[in-house]
T-cell receptor, first 113, second 117 residues
Framework: DAKTTQPPSMDCAEGRAANLPCNHSTISGNEYVYWYRQIHSQGPQYIIHGLKNNETNEMASLIITEDRKSSTLILPHATLRDTAVYYCIVRVHSRGSQGNLIFGKGTKLSVKP | GAVVSQHPSWVICKSGTSVKIECRSLDFQATTMFWYRQFPKQSLMLMATSNEGSKATYEQGVEKDKFLINHASLTLSTLTVTSAHPEDSSFYIC?????????????FGPGTRLTVT
């Protein structure tokens, strides 16, 4: 079972920041927080990941709380093409089954004009 | 970035026939590839993990004799759905894990839509 909890859906106005929350209260010390997204009828796309520090890349920012029990993915200027299901996944960096990605239901983000 | 392709992108077959889906890592070598299945309005479910040159490891509830996986090279894994039935209709997605030490990213293919009539 997925170890994360996300709201089932969110709306965001085009051009505004989209803030997607994720709860992972049972996260272990060696587990990373990963974010993927899946645009309709496509394969998932990696967005960002982090352990305990905040991270930023060209796609998004990841804010992890100090106790690591929750995180927020921020898309700074959402566009219509960001409409997708966003998955928050916790996993260890293992090449074995412990490192498998377990997808929950995710958050369906709808960016509206 | 790393690119994973799948072929075909969609396929329609008759009940009782077999269908082969290919997953290729185009610009990197993948020692491990994963196969997922996604039913409409549901999340991805891991079916099996394949390592190059060895037998695949199947998740609980996935029939290994029905879903044949071959990972014969570092850039190609195939999933064959044998004796397909309408309930096998689904979106099949593969992902690949580069063989580089310290690399844990899974790169996903675009998926294959299988419809069994």
């Amino acid at each position: 079972d997925a170890k994360t909890t996300q709201p089932p859906s969110m709306d965001c106005a085009e051009g505004r920041a989209a803030n997607l929350p994720c709860n992972h209260s049972t996260i272990s010390g060696n587990e990373y927080v990963y974010w993927y997204r899946q645009i309709h009828s496509q394969g998932p796309q990696y967005i960002i990941h982090g352990l305990k520090n905040n991270e930023t890349n060209e796609m998004a920012s990841l804010i992890i709380t100090e106790d690591r029990k929750s995180s927020t993915l921020i898309l700074p200027h959402a566009t219509l093409r960001d409409t997708a299901v966003y998955y928050c996944i916790v996993r260890v960096h293992s090449r074995g089954s412990q490192g498998n990605l377990i997808f929950g239901k995710g958050t369906k983000l709808s960016v509206k004009p | 970035g790393a690119v994973v392709s799948q072929h075909p992108s969609w396929v329609i077959c008759k009940s009782g026939t077999s269908v082969k889906i290919e997953c290729r890592s185009l610009d990197f070598q993948a020692t491990t590839m994963f196969w997922y299945r996604q039913f409409p309005k549901q999340s991805l479910m891991l079916m099996a993990t394949s390592n190059e040159g060895s037998k695949a490891t199947y998740e609980q509830g996935v029939e290994k004799d029905k879903f044949l996986i071959n990972h014969a090279s570092l850039t190609l894994s195939t999933l064959t759905v044998t004796s397909a039935h309408p309930e096998d209709s689904s979106f099949y997605i593969c992902s690949a894990l580069p063989g580089l030490a310290g690399s844990y990213e899974q790169y996903f293919g675009p998926g294959t839509r299988l419809t069994v009539t």
